[in-house]
C-alpha cells in the first residue's frame, strides 16, 4: 500500500524504532508527524523523512502529558489532514534492580511508556471514531508477557500496554467500528536506549541477543498498520522462542533469567562517564543520535519469522504439501 496522502503520526519519532518507522512512512510518500521531545533529533528525523520523499511536520511533545499529545493531534490534523494511522512507539526506562530504583522514577517510567501510550491512543480515537476509520498500532515487546531483571519498570508499562490494548479491541470489535488497533511484539533492537536510558548498572547495558536492527521492527509496524485485523505481530525468532517458553514453562524461565539476565544485559566495558540520560529531559536535544544504537556489528538487518509472520497463508500451504508429501511417502514405504 503507497497512499501520498495517508497521514500517519509517530510518538518517539526522534530515534530508535520511531526513527526507522518515521522514515520508511516517508518512503512511502506519507505525511508524518513525529512527536518526540528533543529538537535536535526531531529535526533530524524530519530531514530523514523529506530526504525520503514523504512530507515531515516534527511537534515537540511529551507524552506524559495529554494536553501536549492532544493539542499535537489537533496541529497535525490542521497542518496535514484527517490522521489514518497511529504510530505509539515512544518510551524510557531505568535500568537497575527493582530495590535501586526510587518511587519517583518508576512513576515517570509508567508515565512515559504505559500512559504515554494511553495519551496517543485517546488523542486517535477522539478523532477516528467520528470517522469510523483508522489505526493504531503499538509497539509492544516480548517483554509484554515475559518480565526480566533489571527491567521492572520497563515489564510492568509492556504488560500494561498488553492488557490495555487487548480491552480496547474487544471494545471496539463490541461496537462493530472499523477503527482497528493491534500490537507489534518486538526483539531485542539495535536502538539509542541503551546508551541514554538511566542505568545504575556497573557495565554498559545491552540488548539481549540476537539483536535486530531497527528496519526490521519498522517492516513489521508498516505490515501491521496495512494489515491491522490481526490482533497482534510477534517479530524474530527469540520473539517467539520467549513467549512460547514462557506460556510452557515460566517457573524454569524464571531460573535460566536470574542466572543469565544480569550477565546478558551489560557488556564487559565500563559505563561510560558522563553518559546523557532521557529520563526527564531530551538526550537529544542537542545531538541526533539516530535510529541505530551501538551495536551495529552484533544486529542482523533480516528476520526469517517476520517473513513467515506476515505470509501465514504461504507457510500454512507448505506446510501442508510437506506433511501430504510426507504421508503419501510413509504409505508407500508401507505398501
Known amino acids: 500500500m503507497t497512499d501520498p496522502h495517508q497521514v500517519v503520526v509517530v510518538t518517539g519519532a526522534s530515534g530508535g524504532i520511531g526513527r526507522a518507522v518515521a522514515r520508511a512512512f516517508g518512503a512511502r510518500q506519507a505525511r508524518v508527524a513525529l512527536l518526540a521531545r528533543g529538537e535536535r533529533g526531531l ?113 510492568g508499562a509492556k504488560h500494561a500496554i498488553q492488557g490495555f490494548n487487548e480491552a480496547l479491541r474487544c471494545e471496539l470489535l463490541h461496537d462493530g467500528s472499523h477503527v482497528r488497533t493491534t500490537m507489534v511484539q518486538m526483539p531485542a533492537v539495535n536502538t539509542p536506549q541503551f546508551s541514554w536510558v538511566r542505568s545504575k548498572l556497573p557495565h554498559q547495558a545491552q540488548p539481549v541477543p540476537p539483536i535486530y536492527q531497527p528496519e526490521v521492527a519498522a517492516r513489521a509496524v508498516l505490515h501491521a498498520a496495512d494489515h491491522p485485523r490481526r490482533r497482534e505481530y510477534w517479530v524474530g525468532g ?42 526527564w529531559s531530551p538526550a537529544d536535544r542537542g545531538r541526533d543520535f539516530g535510529a541505530h544504537g551501538r551495536f551495529d556489528e552484533q544486529a542482523t538487518p533480516r528476520s526469517g519469522q517476520l517473513w513467515a509472520s506476515r505470509h501465514h497463508g504461504v507457510v500454512a500451504a507448505a506446510g501442508g504439501v510437506l506433511a501430504a508429501t510426507a504421508l503419501a511417502v510413509w504409505r508407500r514405504a508401507r505398501t
Open 43 to 155: 529535526d533530524a528525523a524530519a530531514e530523514d523523512v523529506t530526504r525520503a520523499g514523504g512530507t515531515a511536520l516534527a511537534v515537540p511533545a511529551d507524552v506524559a502529558d495529554f494536553p501536549q499529545v492532544d493539542a499535537a493531534a489537533s496541529r497535525v490534523e490542521r497542518e496535514l489532514g484527517p490522521i489514518d494511522v497511529w504510530v505509539n512507539v515512544a518510551f524510557t526506562s531505568v535500568f537497575a534492580p527493582f530495590a535501586e530504583i526510587g518511587p519517583d522514577e518508576f512513576r515517570r517510567v509508567t508515565e512515559v511508556s504505559y500512559l504515554g501510550y494511553v495519551h496517543g491512543t485517546m488523542a486517535a480515537l477522539h478523532r477516528m471514531q467520528p470517522r469510523d476509520r483508522g489505526t493504531i498500532v503499538q509497539v509492544g515487546s516480548a517483554l509484554a508477557y515475559r518480565g526480566i531483571p533489571l527491567q521492572s519498570a520497563y515489564c
Open 238 to 279: 527469540s520473539t517467539v522462542g520467549t513467549l512460547l517458553a514462557n506460556a510452557v514453562a515460566p517457573g524454569i524461565l524464571d531460573r535460566y533469567l536470574a542466572r543469565t539476565g544480569y550477565r546478558a544485559q551489560q557488556t564487559g566495558a565500563e559505563k561510560p562517564p558522563g553518559r546523557p540520560e532521557n529520563l
